[in-house]
């Protein structure tokens, strides 16, 4: 049970629900008849390409994670690497195979993000922008893989841009908050390469640009007042976290900014969602 149990803290499960959630939102933005068993697939399909990256990731960060996440199943030697790795393939094994049940398209769209995600531990999460960005593409494309699931990618497209936004400037806040641990490494994240207020300053382009484009299907009528509503708690979350990084003396380095926009995603999964019932009524 404790291996178990550790396996699950590894697979990072609310990562794995929120990408989850995403498809069946890009189901939801299909504009055609939502097949249901497809896209429950897909969603499940996703959450085990997901677990299976973020157990990648932490089989090659164990040495960092001691220092930035010491809780963690690896670093805290709840788990050994092997069984570790066991893991990681099946995740992605098992993910592959059920993209194939729900189309040979599938399949191979989750075998490429799954290839993706290892290029990302692999090489470009110590990059500058490039491993930021990968994992926002990444983020946005559960949306479409969702759509797909029922026919056509339809409003799957909004959501996709908002991810891609919202994940390129949560990836930047937590090369912030993680920047001791990546310092003893010897990586050059972007706030270790330019200094963290540089980095808060994109951080603040991005977000501003985020804030912007959400308003966008509300005045193109695409979405109603119960969308706005929902996009106003992500708006104030999001200036919660910049007026954090800008009071503080020293950036935290405690993972609650990343938590916090975590919270963030799902405001605006729900946002999304009021604004496609709103639609259908």
């Known amino acids: 049970m404790q291996t178990l149990r550790a396996l ?12 989850a959630l995403s498809v069946g939102v890009g189901g939801l933005c299909s504009q055609g008849p939502i097949v249901a068993d497809a896209v ?5 399909s996703a959450a085990c390409i997901n677990a299976a990256g973020n157990a990648f990731n932490d089989l090659l960060d164990v040495d960092i994670d001691r ?22 393939a099946l995740c992605s094994l098992f993910g592959i195979w059920l993209g194939y049940v729900v189309s040979p398209q599938h399949a191979l769209w989750a075998a490429g993000i799954s290839v993706l995600l290892a290029l990302y531990s692999l090489f470009l999460k110590t990059s500058v922008l490039w491993g930021n960005g990968l994992v926002g593409l990444i983020a946005a494309a559960a949306f479409p893989y969702g759509a ?5 990618v339809g409003r799957a497209w909004i959501p996709a841009i908002f991810a891609l936004l919202f994940h390129l400037g949560r990836e930047i806040v937590k090369d912030v908050e993680d920047r001791s641990g990546d310092r003893l490494r010897g990586d050059r994240t972007l706030p270790l390469r330019y200094g963290t207020r540089t980095a808060t300053g994109i951080v603040t382009g991005i ?13 193109y009528g695409l979405y109603g007042k119960l969308y706005l509503l929902g996009v106003f708690a992500v708006h104030v979350l999001l200036l919660y976290v910049l007026y954090v990084l800008y009071a503080a003396g020293e950036a935290p380095s405690d993972g609650r900014l990343g938590r916090l926009l ?4 799902l405001a605006g999964l729900v946002a999304v969602v009021a604004g496609e019932w709103m639609r259908s009524l």
């Open 8 to 19: 699950y803290d590894l697979s990072r499960p609310a990562n794995g629900l929120i990408t």
């Open 40 to 44: 429950l697939i897909a969603a499940l």
């Open 67 to 88: 220092v930035n996440r010491p809780e963690r199943p690896l670093p805290s030697q709840r788990i050994t690497l092997p069984i570790a790795a066991a893991f990681t």
């Open 148 to 152: 797909l699931a029922c026919g056509s």
């Open 207 to 219: 977000f501003a640009l985020l804030m912007v484009f959400t308003l966008l299907p509300y005045f």
């Open 262 to 265: 975590r919270v963030g995603m």
